[in-house]
């Protein structure tokens, strides 16, 4: 089971103990217990947690078919090659893509992907053997002990500096991607997609900076050929899926070219946890 792989990192989201895994059950040493589903994740949210950003299985089914078809496997890569460590967690997981990447490079690493939507970790406790999936809201505390995490990743999701500075070891490392105001632009008009702010990276810099230190700043960008299946997968599986009529976007791709070029344009930001002097 992927999580007795990382529940020597795991923290109960009510009292902050360490877990123990045992007949599909995780338990804290002062009575809290969370039942391990069927699909191999377990849920750390708290009883009063609100999901209603989650991703839904739609998104997530999009997601998990373009991932698979290999169209982003060059900014995998880059990830990979930017995170390493004993234990490396994905913060906003979704279905496990990356994270699991960047375990096939470092083959004595452990993952722990995070995410609020229970419908994408189905799919991340299944897209590695030494994955670990857990429902958590960044947001409310990441169910993770002080100083457990050699490396985090976070790619296209929100994150919490305050937490992600807690559970990062010093000098860990913290690779953060983000799109650029170039991202998907051909769609962004013809489809009516969410745009990217161009000061986003500016803000990433101020966001992160009283916890952590900027490293490098890598550019990433690719020319996509997609087909209109693929086109329609990349555009349901992102945020701009919450506001899209789906009639009105099938009726925009079945008028696209095919294949349709698409620009993937994105910063690979790696940050190290600040290193804090006694006294």
């Known amino acids: 089971m992927g999580l007795g792989h990382v529940v020597h990192v795991l923290a109960c989201p009510y009292c902050a103990a360490g877990l123990t895994l045992a007949d599909r059950v995780l338990r804290c040493g002062n009575g809290h217990s969370f039942d391990v589903a069927r699909?191999?994740?377990?849920?750390?949210?708290?009883s009063d947690a609100k999901t209603g950003t989650a991703d839904t299985a739609e998104m997530v089914?999009?997601?998990?078919?373009?991932?698979?078809?290999?169209?982003?496997?060059?900014?995998?890569?880059?990830?990979?090659?930017?995170?390493g460590?004993?234990?490396?967690?994905?913060i906003g997981a979704g279905t496990g893509y990356y994270l699991a990447r960047v375990l096939d490079e470092h083959p004595g690493a452990v993952g722990v992907a995070l995410d609020v939507s229970?419908?994408?970790?189905?799919?991340?406790?299944?897209?590695?053997?030494?994955?670990?999936?857990?429902?958590?809201?960044?947001?409310?505390?990441?169910?993770?002990?002080?100083?457990?995490?050699?490396?985090?990743?976070?790619?296209f999701a929100p994150r919490n500096s305050a937490e992600l500075r807690?559970?990062?070891?010093?000098?860990?490392?913290?690779?953060?991607?983000t799109p650029t105001g170039a991202h998907l632009a051909e769609l962004v008009q013809r489809l009516g997609l969410l745009s990217v702010d161009e000061a986003k990276d500016a803000r990433l810099r101020e966001q992160l900076?009283?916890?952590?230190?900027?490293?490098?700043?890598?550019?990433?960008?690719?020319?996509?050929?997609?087909?209109?299946?693929?086109?329609?997968?990349?555009?349901?599986?992102?945020?701009?899926?919450?506001?899209?009529?789906?009639?009105?976007?099938?009726?925009?791709?079945?008028?696209?070219?095919?294949?349709f070029e698409v620009t993937l344009s994105t910063t690979v930001s790696t940050f190290r946890a600040a290193v804090t002097t006694p006294g």
Request: aromatic share 6%.
């Open 61 to 83: 089914e999009a997601r998990s078919a373009f991932l698979a078809a290999g169209h982003y496997a060059g900014l995998a890569a880059t990830i990979s090659a930017a995170a």
């Open 209 to 259: 900076g009283g916890d952590f230190t900027l490293e490098s700043a890598q550019p990433y960008q690719e020319r996509l050929a997609l087909r209109p299946a693929e086109v329609r997968a990349l555009v349901l599986m992102g945020p701009s899926a919450w506001h899209l009529d789906r009639a009105a976007v099938d009726a925009a791709v079945a008028e696209l070219p095919d294949p």
């Open 39 to 46: 699909q191999g994740y377990a849920s750390l949210l708290t």
């Open 166 to 177: 807690r559970i990062l070891r010093p000098g860990g490392a913290l690779v953060v991607v």
């Open 118 to 155: 229970k419908f994408a970790l189905r799919r991340a406790a299944r897209a590695h053997e030494r994955i670990g999936a857990v429902v958590a809201d960044a947001w409310r505390g990441l169910p993770l002990g002080d100083g457990t995490v050699d490396a985090a990743i976070n790619v």
């Open 85 to 90: 460590g004993r234990v490396v967690a994905d």
